[in-house]
Structure formats: C-alpha cells, structure tokens
T-cell receptor
C-alpha cells in the first residue's frame, strides 16, 4: 500500500542554519504531497503542498519540490529561526477521491539561539 | 470563522466508560476525518466521511463508531474505552475530498484511559 517515510529526529540546529528534512513516498499513480507542521500543544497546520510532478511548494521560507523520479518531497529552509521549532509531518493523498492523508511519523525540529 | 473545533480538549476515562468526541467545521466542507496521533506513529485514520450521510472505515476503526450528524458535525464515539485508546484525537475537514484538497485540522482532544 501507499506509504511515507521521513527522516527520524530529533533534528537540532542553531539559528540561521540550513534545514533539510528528507521525505520519500511509495504510491501507485500520482499522489498529492504535503508538509504539515505541529507546534507544541496545537493541531496540524498546512505548511506547503504540491499536486503534480516538478511542482514546488513554498511558504514562510520553506520549500519542497515534488520529484517523481526519486519519489521524494524533501523540506528545506535556508535559515531557520527559533520559532520554527516544531514537529514536521510529510503526507501524501492518493489520487483517488474520498481518501484521507497518509502520514509519515514526524520529525521533531529544535532550533536554539 | 472558527475553522474546525473539537470538544472536549482533555478527558480522562476509566476502562469501560463511554464518551463521544465532538467535531464541527464552519467552512462548508463536504469531507470530514478522524485521526489518532500516538508517539512515533504519525497520524492514523480512524474513520472518514466523504460527504453528508456517508462514513467509511480507515486504518484503525476497531473500538470506535462515528456519526455524520449533518454537514457541519462529525462525532466519534468510544463505546467501551480501553487503555490502548489513550491518544490525541484530531478531527479534520476538506472541501471536496479530492486528493488535491488541503485538510484543515482541529486543535485535538487529549484522551487518557486508565
């Protein structure tokens, strides 16, 4: 079945460091891909998404490109801030109506000043 | 515009007790979902409702029932709670259930079963 694998955490960085969180997927067809972020004590918020191959999603300085050839959707940010500390989830939505998201296990990011 | 709301925020139950988690959305979305979040497991789908009047099982439906009361509301019921149901429960909604749709999440209910 469809699945998402993302790098294990926690990831610990200093402020202004470069961030990469790897995400790969297995799916039949052409899913949509998402990154969600969860701040402590809160629900999940959409960070960015891409719905077809070679699309780049971007938001708040974060970027991810839908790579069909490598089945990947890696999250990157050029300069992290303390306020980026959160849990990041990669997810896919199979390309059929009426289905829900399939999530990776989440990666905890901790940024120190 | 409140988005997706959930009640209660916290709940402690004893084994065997029952309870209903409430979820409502004010975005006129057609599809609604219930997930559970456990440490190191990501989120897993319990049930979903593609549209008013329909419900379907997800990955982990055992021990749960759902009701899509109307277009706005989607409740999750635990008939006889077990310690394995200790988790954080999230409700979500999306416009049409298309695979391209963004799902919007509520703030969650933290449930402990003793």
């Amino acid at each position: 079945g469809d699945s998402v694998t993302q790098m294990e955490g926690p990831v610990t960085l200093s402020e202004e460091a470069f961030l990469t969180i790897n995400c790969t997927y297995t799916a039949t067809g052409y899913p949509s891909l998402f990154w969600y972020v969860q701040y402590p004590g809160e629900g999940l918020q959409l960070l960015l998404k891409a719905t077809k191959a070679d699309d780049k999603g971007s938001n708040k300085g974060f970027e991810a490109t839908y790579r069909k050839e490598t089945t990947s959707f890696h999250l990157e940010k050029g300069s992290v801030q303390v306020s980026d500390s959160a849990v990041y989830f990669c997810a896919l939505s199979p390309n059929q109506a009426g289905t829900a998201l399939i999530f990776g296990k989440g990666t905890t990011l901790s940024v120190s000043s | 515009n409140a988005g997706v709301t959930q009640t209660p925020k916290f709940q402690v139950l004893k084994t065997g007790q029952s309870m209903t988690l409430q979820c409502a959305q004010d975005m006129n979305h057609n599809s609604m979902y219930w997930y559970r979040q456990d440490p190191g497991m990501g989120l897993r789908l319990i049930y979903y409702s593609a549209s008013e009047g329909t419900t379907d099982k997800g990955e982990v439906p055992n021990g749960y029932n759902v009701s899509r009361l109307n277009k706005r509301e989607f409740s999750l019921r635990l008939e006889s709670a077990a310690p394995s149901q200790t988790s954080v429960y999230f409700c979500a909604s999306s416009d049409s259930g298309s695979w391209e749709d963004t799902q919007y999440f509520g703030p969650g209910t933290r449930l402990t079963v003793l």
